[in-house]
C-alpha cells in the first residue's frame, strides 16, 4: 500500500479523469443505473406481451400456469434470493477490505446461481417430455390448445432470456472472483464488486415477478 | 454513495422479510380472491422489489442522481403500459355507430 498522502495523490484505481475515488465510485453506480434502465424497459416490453395476452385469454392462461411446477418455482425463488443475500454480503466484505470473505461468498453467489440453472434445467426438460413446448409436438386440452400456447411461449422467452442473464451474472462473479483474489479489489477500490451486485440483484427483481405471475394464476381454479 | 457501510444484520432482516413475502405470496395463490389474487400478488412482488432496491441495492443510501435515474426507470416503464394498455384494453369500446 502507498502512504496515506501519495494514495490522494495517485491512487492506482483511480482513472486520470475523476478527482477522487469517492466520484469515481457515484460514477460507476450512476453508469450501472442506467444501464438497469434500459434493462426494466427491456424486460418491460415482455412484461406488456404478458399483461394483454393474459387480459385476453385468462382462463387459458390459468390452465396453461396450472402446468407449472409451483414447487420447483417456489425452492428457485428461495434459492434466488438466498444469492441476492450472499451477494449483499460480499459487497459488504469488500467495502471492508476482507479480501477472504469476498471470495467465500461471491463463491456463495455463483453456486446459488448455477442451483438455479440446474433446477430451471429440470423443468425444462418436463415441459418437452409433456410436450408444452409450442410447436409442431404441442400438446394441451382442445379448448385452451391455440392460447396456451401462448402462455408458454412467453414463459419458455421470459424465463430464457432471464436464465440467459444469470448465465452473464455467474460469468460476471467469475471475473470479479480473479480480480478479489489477485488483489484488484481493496477496500478503496470496490466499485466493481458494488456495481456487479447492481446487476446480480436486478436480475432478482425481475425473477421476483416471474414467479407470481408465471407460476402463481389459477392456483385456486378448479 | 456507499461509503455508508450498512451493518451485517440489515442484509440478515431484509433476506428474513423477503422468504416471509415468498411464503405469503404462495399461500395467497391457493385462496380464490377473484381479482384480488393478481393484485396481492403484484403488491406483494412489488414490494419486495423496493426492499431489494432500497438495502440490497444501497438506493436508499445513494445520491438523488441515482434515485432520480432509478425512480426514472419506474417513470418509462409507466408509459411503456399506460399507452400501451390504453390502446389494447379499449378495443372492445364503441363510441359510435
Redesign the interface.
Known amino acids: 500500500m502507498l502512504p496515506e498522502a501519495a494514495q490522494h495523490a495517485h491512487h492506482p484505481a483511480l482513472a486520470h479523469q475523476f478527482d477522487s475515488l469517492?466520484q469515481q465510485?457515484?460514477a460507476a453506480?450512476?453508469g450501472m443505473?442506467?444501464f438497469?434502465?434500459t434493462e426494466?424497459?427491456f424486460f418491460?416490453?415482455m412484461f406488456?406481451t404478458y399483461?394483454?395476452y393474459r387480459?385476453w385469454y385468462p382462463e387459458a392462461f390459468a390452465a396453461a400456469s396450472h402446468e407449472l411446477d409451483?414447487m420447483l418455482g417456489?425452492i428457485n425463488?428461495?434459492v434466488l434470493?438466498?444469492s441476492?443475500?450472499t451477494?449483499?454480503?460480499a459487497?459488504?466484505a469488500a467495502?471492508?477490505g476482507q479480501r477472504r470473505v469476498v471470495l467465500w461468498f461471491l463463491a456463495g453467489t455463483m453456486v446459488l446461481g448455477a442451483v438455479f440453472l440446474g433446477i430451471k434445467s429440470v423443468e425444462y426438460y418436463h415441459k418437452f417430455t409433456e410436450h408444452h413446448v409450442p410447436g409442431p409436438g404441442f400438446q394441451f386440452e382442445r379448448e385452451y390448445f391455440r392460447h396456451a400456447q401462448l402462455f408458454f411461449s412467453l414463459y419458455f422467452l421470459m424465463t430464457g432470456l432471464h436464465a440467459l442473464h444469470m448465465v452473464i451474472g455467474i460469468g460476471i462473479m467469475l471475473v470479479m472472483f480473479w480480480w478479489a483474489w489477485r488483489g484488484t479489489i481493496t477496500a478503496d477500490y470496490y466499485s466493481p464488486i458494488?456495481i456487479s451486485?447492481?446487476y446480480w440483484?436486478?436480475v432478482?427483481?425481475v425473477w421476483?415477478?416471474l414467479?407470481?405471475?408465471l407460476y402463481?394464476?389459477g392456483?385456486?381454479?378448479p | 454513495?456507499?461509503?455508508h457501510?450498512?451493518p451485517?444484520r440489515v442484509?440478515?432482516i431484509i433476506?428474513g422479510i423477503?422468504?416471509l413475502c415468498?411464503y405469503l405470496?404462495?399461500q395467497i395463490?391457493?385462496?380464490?380472491?377473484g381479482r384480488l389474487?393478481?393484485v396481492a400478488?403484484?403488491v406483494?412482488?412489488v414490494f419486495?422489489?423496493i426492499l431489494?432496491?432500497l438495502?440490497?441495492?444501497?438506493v436508499k443510501y445513494?445520491?438523488r442522481?441515482?434515485w432520480a435515474?432509478?425512480l426514472?426507470?419506474v417513470f418509462?416503464?409507466a408509459i411503456?403500459?399506460v399507452l400501451?394498455?390504453g390502446d389494447?384494453?379499449t378495443r372492445g369500446w364503441r363510441t359510435y355507430g
Open positions: 469517492a465510485r457515484e453506480t450512476l443505473w442506467v438497469l434502465v426494466v424497459l418491460g416490453g406488456a399483461a394483454i387480459a409451483v417456489t425463488t428461495v434470493i438466498t441476492s443475500l451477494m449483499a454480503l459487497v459488504h467495502q471492508l458494488e451486485g447492481l440483484h436486478f432478482d427483481i421476483i415477478f414467479f407470481p405471475l402463481l394464476i392456483r385456486h381454479g | 454513495m456507499t461509503d457501510i450498512l451485517k442484509y440478515y433476506f423477503l422468504l415468498t405470496t404462495v395463490a391457493f385462496f380464490d380472491l389474487n393478481t400478488a403484484l406483494i412482488a419486495k422489489a431489494v432496491v438495502f440490497f441495492m444501497h445513494s445520491t442522481l441515482t435515474v432509478a426514472g426507470s418509462w416503464l411503456l403500459f400501451t394498455m389494447y384494453l
